[in-house]
Nanobody, 114 residues
């Protein structure tokens, strides 16, 4: 079964850090761009960052300098390191392929609160 599973979310204090994981099964993640998105209830899904299959990285303006995307092709996993988190980062985070996207997974909840 082709799928991506997000994990690593949790409760973190403002200014803290968290690392999210996006693990692929049923296919080799190495040949795909992988995107991270986030979506708050009642809001449209927002693109956050991209890890390109060639090793590049792109970010939306609101997270550039705070979040870092990386990948480990041997573990078939893409990571999103969240640093200096803000309350506005509170939402559910999802990942998906850049082309031939899969059915959206459950996501992983990030809650930033003191």
């Amino acid at each position: 079964q082709l799928q991506l599973v997000e994990s690593g979310g949790g409760l973190v204090q403002p200014g803290g850090s968290l690392r999210l994981s996006c693990t692929a099964s049923g296919f080799a993640l190495s040949v795909y761009d992988i995107n991270w998105y986030r979506q708050a209830p009642g809001m449209t899904r927002e693109w956050v960052a991209k890890s390109t299959e060639s090793g590049g990285a792109e970010y939306t303006n609101s997270v550039r300098g705070r979040f870092t995307i990386s990948r480990d092709n041997f573990k078939n996993t893409v990571y999103l390191q969240l640093n200096k988190v803000e309350p506005e980062d509170t939402t559910v985070y999802y990942c998906n392929r850049g082309w031939s996207p899969l059915t959206w997974g459950q996501g992983t909840q990030v809650s930033v609160s003191s």
